[in-house]
């Protein structure tokens, strides 16, 4: 997800604008000089001014870059990204996260918490890596565990759903 | 004085604060030591939780899972060369070095030992800075209380090791998150796009949540997994630690006072604290050549250093709201909720609570030996445990922890959204702390700027008349100038160099 500086840059200069022009079209409140639209206008206008700074390179030779601890003889070098192989798609995987969240909201309150956590953790742990006999005891346990905690202990109302517990 | 000693005391020593807070050593010891899970992320997903206890008992988790997650970062630096939590970062080549050379003892017991020192010397300077500084700030006015957010604001793109451009515009981003919602000097709904979910606002809680743990989930779905610790028998841990604070005992005071100015500072945390103070002991070393070879000097002042800016950042949050690092900012919305709301008036009103978080600090930090040292002896066991078990209940903890904050599904929604931002503005080298500050902080930093607006009618004067007012300006405008001349003398620097060689 590394974008050239002239691509986020921009993408800031179109957000600072438009959050400026969002406060600028707020309603005055009467009677007082200075109302909710002065706030976003400043930070607003600010914003485009570094995202302008941004597209023009001002402050990029502050950036240090990362650095790589070298290798030394007896440590394993890590293994290469499988990500060469798998081209471009490899990236999206790490969209995976936010969309198993996004899952859980529109599907917890149908399916339970208790099913759409198992999935959620099934997920997860197989896109990391973990073997089916891994994965599945995990789904399966890490449920009821959170459920104990947060639902019994912490009270938090969790969706029963399909699947209620047995507590 | 006395009596509010010991009715911090009693706060303190109940059934629920002894069992929270020995509940969240360990948790915090077990999630700092293991890597990626940074002590922010352990602080995040312990708030949902504090829901459910007493005031004090809330803090006492914040404040022993932090001191303990900066430590036990150092466990993995030293044995496999993977610091546990970016505030182990600056030393683990160091402290690597040393295991290579059969000193793991020593540079792991140096951990402990300096980081216990270090942890007790920042609450030393919280105790001895704050109630002063309350006295001043009882004075303080929306104009000082203006200068004195962007002055934080400033500091926090200043010490960001990344391009100060990038840091301000993550700042504002931040600052830009606050706006949404009802509660703003007119009352009327701002960049809420006519959802209902957004009148409220974005809560800062979710968004960190977000920030640190499902950004981090998110990386680990690209990054290879760090390798096993190889299992090893450990000598005496101890053993040696009192030789060192003897014979490094200037750097170790040193690595206490940077320390705590950074953690004062606001944004700046411990990993800040690590770096600068392993620079300056290497820079100061009569050693110089020792240093990255396994020597234990830099380890002594960067371990006193960051957790020493843990208990000071508390400073300028219990005065000011105002965080002095992201563990602190979420401890700021701890403290809201839990009806502590920082400013100055917190010391004079609730002075006992104030005690009871000093002893708090002191106890998890005399803690931080026997439990460091029992963590030591079982990570081999601990950092077994693989990614792909550990990310997917970080998973589940966000979406609960996340809905439990407002019985709302929304939280979680913010949550995925903040994990979204804060992966792709790390990935760009947007520095994430300023987001999270302007985010804390917007609310704050408006309220001032708008009151003094109106109260100076229009006029610029009254942002510089009063005395305290006009310092601060004049800091703050200084930090907002100084990357500019930095930049300016950088340009001029090689010019004048040329100059020189052609003459």
Redesign the interface.
């Known amino acids: 997800m590394r974008l050239p500086d002239s691509v986020t840059g921009s993408f800031l200069v179109v957000l600072g604008a438009a959050a400026a022009y969002g406060g600028y079209i707020l309603p005055p409140v009467p009677g007082q000089p200075v109302g909710p639209n002065v706030f976003p206008l400043v930070i607003g206008t600010g914003l485009a001014l570094c995202g302008l700074a941004i597209v023009f390179g001002i402050g990029h030779s502050f950036e240090e870059e990362e650095e790589l601890i070298p290798l030394e003889d007896g440590q394993a070098a890590a293994p290469p990204p499988q990500g060469k192989l798998q081209g471009k798609l490899y990236g999206l995987r790490a969209l995976l996260p936010p969309a198993l969240l996004l899952f859980y909201v529109f599907a917890a309150d149908r399916l339970g918490f208790i099913i759409t956590a198992a999935i959620m953790v099934y997920i997860t742990s197989t896109a990391l890596g973990a073997k089916l006999k891994l994965a599945l005891p995990l789904a399966a346990l890490s449920p009821f565990a959170v459920h104990l905690i947060f639902g019994k202990l912490l009270r938090v109302p969790l969706p029963a759903g399909l699947l209620p517990t047995p507590w | 004085m006395l009596k509010t000693l010991l009715d911090a005391l009693a706060l303190i020593s109940t059934w629920e604060v002894i069992i929270a807070m020995f509940a969240a050593s360990v948790y915090g010891l077990v999630i700092g030591s293991l890597p990626g899970l940074s002590a922010t992320m352990a602080t995040a997903l312990l708030v949902?939780?504090t829901?459910?206890l007493s005031p004090i008992a809330a803090i006492a988790t914040i404040v022993a899972a932090s001191s303990m997650a900066i430590f036990s970062g150092d466990i993995p630096g030293a044995l496999l060369?993977i610091p546990g939590t970016p505030a182990s970062a600056a030393y683990a080549?160091e402290a690597y070095a040393m295991t290579r050379k059969g000193q793991a003892e020593l540079a792991l017991g140096a951990g402990v030992w300096f980081s216990a020192v270090g942890g007790i010397a920042g609450v030393l300077s919280l105790m001895i800075l704050a109630p002063p500084l309350a006295e001043i700030a009882l004075s303080f006015s929306t104009f000082e209380y203006f200068w004195l957010a962007l002055l934080g604001l400033m500091c926090a793109t200043l010490v960001a090791?990344?391009?100060?451009?990038?840091a301000?515009?993550g700042m504002?981003?931040g600052?830009?998150v606050s706006?949404i919602g009802i509660e703003?000097?007119?009352?009327?709904p701002?960049?809420t796009f006519g959802i209902t979910d957004l009148f409220g606002g974005i809560e800062p809680i979710p968004a960190l949540v977000g920030v640190f743990a499902?950004a981090q989930?998110?990386?680990?779905?690209?990054?290879?997994?760090p390798?096993p610790l190889p299992r090893r028998k450990f000598g005496s841990i101890m053993a040696g630690q009192w030789k060192l604070t003897r014979k490094y005992h200037w750097q170790m005071t040193r690595g206490n006072i940077v320390g705590i100015i950074i953690g004062v500072l606001p944004g700046a945390g411990a990993d800040m604290a690590a770096w600068v103070s392993y620079a300056m002991s290497k820079r100061f070393s009569k050693e110089k050549e020792k240093f990255g070879t396994g020597h234990v000097e830099g380890l002594v002042e960067a371990g006193a250093s960051n957790n020493a800016s843990i208990a000071s950042g508390w400073v300028p949050s219990l005065l000011f709201g105002i965080p002095g690092d992201t563990i602190a900012a979420i401890a700021i919305g701890v403290l809201y909720m839990k009806g502590l709301n920082p400013g100055p008036t917190l010391f004079t009103e609730k002075a006992s609570s104030m005690y009871a978080i000093y002893l708090m600090f002191i106890i998890a930090n005399i803690l931080m030996i026997p439990l460091g040292i029992a963590m030591i002896r079982v990570a081999a066991y601990i950092l077994l445990a693989?990614?792909?078990?550990v990310?997917?209940?970080i998973?589940?903890?966000?979406?609960?922890?996340s809905?439990?904050i407002g019985?709302n599904?929304f939280g979680?929604?913010t949550?995925?959204?903040f994990?979204?931002i804060g992966?792709?503005m790390e990935?760009?080298?947007?520095p994430v702390a300023a987001m999270v500050l302007g985010i804390v902080m917007g609310t704050m930093v408006?309220q001032a700027?708008?009151t003094s607006?109106?109260k100076s009618?229009?006029s610029v004067l009254p942002f510089f008349e009063r005395p305290v007012a006009a310092i601060l300006a004049a800091m703050a405008i200084g930090a907002l100038l100084w990357?500019v001349m930095v930049?300016v003398w950088?340009k001029l620097k090689p010019a004048q160099t040329v100059a020189a060689t052609t003459r």
């Open positions: 949902p939780v829901f459910y060369r080549d090791r990344s391009s100060p451009v990038k301000i515009a504002f981003i600052l830009l706006c703003n000097p007119g009352g009327v701002r960049f499902v989930v998110m990386r680990a779905m690209l990054t290879p997994e390798p693989p990614r792909s078990t990310m997917p209940i998973m589940l903890c966000c979406a609960v922890g809905f439990a019985n599904m979680v929604v949550v995925a959204a994990g979204v992966y792709v990935a760009n080298g947007y408006e700027f708008v607006l109106i009618d229009g990357p930049w950088r």
